[in-house]
Nanobody, 125 residues
Framework: QVQLVESGGGLVQTGGSLRLTCAFS????????IAWFRQAPGMERKFVSV????????DYADSVKGRFAIARDNMKRLVHLQMNSLKPEDTAVYYC??????????????????WGQGTPVTVSS
């Protein structure tokens, strides 16, 4: 079982930055990859970024490459999503999710068994 709690969302102007944090907890030694997804109003939830269980391998959606950076600190049990050069189209509720199938870095929502409650991000134009 993995518990995930997101924080750091808020209101920011176009071009601004935010850092989201996902605090994770579970059995010590469990390996799981952690991803960020987002859901804009009236839209399906979409993949944003993922980091493997070690924090060594990452992947990003094309829409955020070069602007967002994911990082994992297993000692503190945190995953951060640094979001720079924000655009109005980045407005969404951001969720972190955990996948215990740690040997495959998935970008597919159904592969993720555990989810946080989400944190809202609003980018004003």
């Amino acid at each position: 079982q993995v518990q995930l709690v997101e924080s750091g969302g808020g209101l920011v102007q176009t071009g601004g930055s935010l850092r989201l944090t996902c605090a994770f907890s579970g059995r010590t030694g469990d390996r799981f990859n952690i991803a960020w997804f987002r859901q804009a109003p009236g839209m399906e939830r979409k993949f944003v970024s993922v980091v493997d269980w070690r924090g060594d391998v990452t992947d990003y959606a094309d829409s955020v490459k070069g602007r967002f950076a994911i990082a994992r600190d297993n000692m503190k049990r945190l995953v951060h999503l640094q979001m720079n050069s924000l655009k109005p189209e980045d407005t969404a509720v951001y969720y972190c999710a955990a996948d215990a199938n740690w040997n495959v870095l998935s970008t597919i929502e159904p592969d993720y068994e555990y989810w946080g409650q989400g944190t809202p991000v609003t980018v004003s134009s």
